[in-house]
Structures are given as C-alpha cells and as structure tokens.
C-alpha cells in the first residue's frame, strides 16, 4: 500500500515495499500424508510457528498458505480483498500483512499485557511477554532490557533527515507532549521516531526472518495456494484438514496439533465451517455442531484512524516521487545501493498520547506521513501535502463475525460495529482538535498550507462527528475474534495455552486470540504470541523477565 502511496514502480520484493527472494524446496516426502503440526496460515504468526516447531528435528511440519510465496509484493491478487462497507486487505502470501503492511514496528504498552493478565490470560503479563518481544528481535541500536539482539526480526529506527518528519516532533514537544527516544521502550508517550521491520533496505516480513531460513530443513514442507475448508475430527479431538488446491480436494493428517494461524477473520471462519461456534448459527447453515462455543467470531476489534491533512507551502512532500522520471530514478537506487525512497517506509515519526486526565496510559496514536493519501493510496495524490494518520487505540466499539454460507470460498459477513458508543465518538473528536494544535504550532509555520482535510468548514462538533463517520478508514488491525481467556468466561475460544476449549489436538496462533485491543500495531505483537505459543506446544517453561521499569505520568490530573 505504501508502494502505491507514493507511486514506486513495482520491483522485485525485496525493496521494503516490494521484495524478492529464492526458496529452496524441502526433502519431506511429498507422499507423506500425515504430519507432527499442521500450520495453518503462513502469516505474521504461520512463519514464526514453521521455523520454531521444526527446530526439533524429531517434529514433521506442514504449512500451508492459500496465497503464494512473497516473491512479486505488488500484486493484487496477494490480499484476501475482504470488503464491508470499507476496504480490509488482509495479507495472502508467504508472510501474510507482514509482507504487505507499513512495517511499523509498535508493541503496544506494558499495561495492554497486565490487561490481558487480569481479563483471564493467565501467564499473559508484561514480564511475560516482553523476553519473547527480545528473543523475536535484533534491533539495530544493540540490545537491552527492552530490545532485543540475536532474533531473527530486524528491526530499524527511522533515519531520515526529512525536514517534515522533524516539524512534527518538535511541534508535538512544542505541544506540551514529551520526546521519547524508544515508544517500545520505557517510554511509549510522547513523540518520536518509528521503528521498523526493515533491514539493509529491505522488507523483513516474518518470511524474510523465520520462513525462508527454515526452508532447508528436511523436516518442513510448505504448500502454496492451499485454501483450507474444514477441520477434520474424531469426536472432539483434531486429526488434521481438508483444502483445495488446484481444484483438487485433499486432506492432511496431524499426530499431535493442527494450529490455525489465518488471522482475526480467517481462523474463526474455519472455526465455524468446522462446526466449533455457536450452535444455534451454524444449524441455520446446516453444519454438524462439534463443540458449542458461542464467543467464535464475537469480540471482534480493530483500529479505526483518520487522516488529518495540510497543503506543504514548499515542494518537498513525496509528491514528485509519483511522477515516471522519479519513480525510475527510485527504483534505481534502490536496486543498486538499496538506500533511498525505495528503502524506507515513510512513516517515521509518530506518537501516543492520552486524550484526556485520568487515562493511565497513552489511548492516542499518531503516524506522520510527509505525504497525502487518498482512499488507501489508490488515487494519486495531486498536491503537495502532508498528513496524520491519527486514531484511538482502545476503542469500546466491539464487533462480530458470521458465515455467510457454508461455502468456504464465500467471505464471512464482517460488522466491526465502529463509532457504536460515545465515548468512541469523544474520542475521535480530540484526536481531530489535538492534532490541529500540534499542527498549528511553531514548527510547522515553515510549511504549514490550507487545511485540507477536515478543512476549516468542519469546527463544530457536530460537524466533526459527520466528518469522522464519512472518512474515517480501518488501520488493517482486526482482532481479538478467538479471544484467550478463562473457562469461566462465555467469550472466551482459547484458554492461556491457546487450545481451543472443549476440543483436543487443535490451537489458535494469530492476533484473533488477543483478548482486548492494543495500544499500537499489531504485527510485533503477533509475532511475540508465536513466540511465546511455540514453547508453549514444545513443553519449554515460559520467559519471565518480573521487575521491568516502565513510565508512568507522573499525574494523572492532566492530560499532559
């Protein structure tokens, strides 16, 4: 998407936001119908699964994906294209959104995890997630107690010297806001510069860090534009799947788990097509109920943002960089020398605020783009122009899922349920007036145009609220549709372990088990939760790292 946001030719997918790479095939017998794992899903979480479970050589593992490897990132065909009223791409391809997304790096906040921990997800704390974010991670500033070195996620730190990316930090302390020099350090409120998923300017989707230097084992096998329709069961215990390639039927077999690693829509859509939901719906569909659990597909939440926009009074936006002669003269040197527009992610600088006294930790994200989108980067931008993409990160608004026909192929009927209370509302309103502040100060008198969008005709509250519900787009951060918790709790699809209640030989792996939303986005969280589920099914004791410093406002009368 960003690939389109400022119009750089398609190239192979290695560049950052296009990659290429060569995979071997593995020696497993391809006549082997039967497996240790069965992995669902080679996404942000799929990947992480496939390299850690055929560690153990004892262990076969199958993967299958019903998109193709990541080699040619700008095609359309790589998203599952899922519609609502609003546009959902969802990755389909080796890496699933990681090879699509911007690949910001954000882990949310510490108490997101403490949240997790007391709304069931026992084992699910901060000092119990963070040594899984290090060991998933090297990050180019070295290691310490919150980054991590020797992992196979590259992650880097914005570099620019964009004079834009520089405004809007010193606008932001010039706001009252703090600087913080590490957002998924000891400090996430403030504003700063990103980190990213990209290394030697490439793209590092969990491909790149976890499949590709798995693939020479002899114990892994990937299948490519594999669609799976059912789970296969004996009574309540998971034996294996039944998919679709090549318009030819198949069925694998699992001696120990099938995990389903399909992501917020996907794996509760398989969930219920294999008759784990909610009985009373899947009768209507006439599918055989084999176990009741009615929070399939419920507790759905996402990331809801919308851009605030400004004309640039100086010619020094990505504009240009949708024009042929740029666009060639990027490929280019990204192609020789990988530096460039071509290597980076553009959005490398943000923040995270609260939106008002009493809130504990920031509920306010800021990404800050030194160019404009329009309708997801799908039109071309004609104007020099700079914008936020600003949002609230947890929302009260929850929504559900539901098959729309037993047909696997048919996509699930999606009602996210956004702006559905008023404090979601409220929200959004000072996310528009708190932005306008930071854009209205000092820094940005340099540069600062016309107010494209709202534009100056939207100031009332009413009219911001008519505003926000006309053009207010989805982040791409679905979640929390299989939500982890305790038995006790008639929400709940995966216990702590995330095995599926009620059943046996089956898991769920991917943002669906998250139990609410988090602060930030999600892809580093997601891996984080492979990592931990991966010793989780080999039987390795849990990381425990208790004690870890963390910021807190030193009040919480004020806002800032």
């Known amino acids: 998407l960003l690939c389109r946001y400022i119009g750089v030719p398609r190239l192979p997918n290695s560049c950052p936001l296009l990659q290429q790479h060569g995979y071997s095939s593995t020696a497993v017998n391809k006549s082997t119908a039967s497996y240790s794992y069965v992995i669902v899903g080679a996404g942000s979480a799929g990947c992480v699964l496939a390299n850690r479970l055929s560690e153990n050589a004892s262990d076969s593992v199958l993967l299958l994906e019903a998109g193709p490897k990541d080699k040619q990132l700008g095609s359309t065909r790589l998203s599952w294209k899922i519609h609502m009223v609003m546009y959902w791409p969802r990755g389909r ?9 911007a690949m910001v790096y954000i882990r949310g906040h510490a108490e997101d995890y403490n949240s997790w921990q007391s709304e069931g997800a026992e084992g699910w704390g901060y000092d ?24 196979p996620l590259h992650v880097t730190r914005g570099k620019t010297s964009h004079p834009l990316h520089r405004a809007f930090i010193e606008a932001g302390q010039q706001a ?49 534009s594999c669609v799976v329709t059912r789970i296969l069961f004996d009574g309540t215990r998971a034996r294996g799947v039944e998919y679709q390639q090549h318009g030819q039927t198949k069925k694998v077999f699992a001696d120990k ?25 899947l009768r209507k569909h006439d599918i055989p109920v084999i176990q009741h659990l009615p ?17 640039c009074t100086q010619p020094i936006t990505l504009y240009k960089a949708q024009k042929p002669f740029h666009m060639v003269k990027i490929g280019l040197e990204w192609l020789l020398r990988f530096t460039g527009y071509g290597a980076t992610a553009h959005l490398e600088s943000g923040g995270f605020i609260r939106s008002r006294p009493g809130v504990p930790h920031p509920d306010i994200q800021f990404h800050f783009l030194p ?3 329009i309708d997801h980067g799908r039109v071309k931008s004609n104007i020099e122009a700079f914008q936020v993409h600003v949002g609230p990160m947890r929302s009260t608004s929850v929504g559900w899922l539901k098959l729309k026909s037993k047909d696997p192929f048919d996509h699930p009927i999606i009602q996210p349920n956004y702006l559905s209370t008023d404090t979601d509302v409220w929200e959004f309103r000072e996310c528009i007036k708190l932005t306008r502040e930071i854009f209205a100060q000092k820094a940005f008198d340099p540069f600062r145009g016309p107010e494209v969008q709202p534009g100056p005709a939207v100031q009332s509250d009413a009219e911001i609220d008519a505003f ?8 791409y951060h679905p979640s929390c549709s299989c939500k982890m918790g305790s038995a006790s709790d008639s929400r709940a699809v995966v216990d702590p372990a995330l095995r599926v209640f009620g059943l046996q030989g089956l898991r769920v792996v991917d943002a669906s088990v998250m139990p609410s939303m988090l602060s930030g986005n999600l892809n580093g969280p997601t891996i984080m939760i492979a990592e931990m589920a991966a010793d989780a099914i080999k039987g390795i004791p849990c990381l425990h ?11 919480l009368e004020t806002q800032r």
Request: charged share 20%; hydrophobic share 30%; net charge neutral.
């Open 128 to 151: 119990h997630c963070l040594p899984y974010f290090r060991k998933a991670q090297t990050h180019e500033l070295g290691a310490d107690r919150y980054r991590g070195g020797d992992g």
């Open 257 to 281: 788990e099938v995990i389903l690693s399909g992501g917020a829509i996907n794996s509760p859509q398989l969930l219920l097509l294999s008759g784990v939901g909610n009985a009373d719906e």
């Open 545 to 555: 790292d208790p004690g870890v410093p963390v910021n807190r406002p030193t009040t």
């Open 93 to 101: 391809v080796w890496g699933g959104s990681s090879s699509l997304n």
């Open 176 to 224: 009252g806001y703090p600087f913080t020099d590490d957002m998924n350090g000891f400090q996430q409120e403030g504003v700063g510069w990103m980190d990213m998923t990209i290394h030697r300017g490439k793209r590092w989707s969990t491909a790149s860090a976890y499949l590709r230097p798995a693939l020479s084992r002899a114990n892994l096998r990937t299948e490519v």
């Open 468 to 475: 926000v519900r006309q053009k207010a787009d989805s982040a």
């Open 371 to 373: 160019s404009q989108v």
């Open 295 to 311: 929070g399939v597909g419920c507790n759905l939440q996402d990331h809801l943002e919308i851009y605030v926009q400004h004309r």
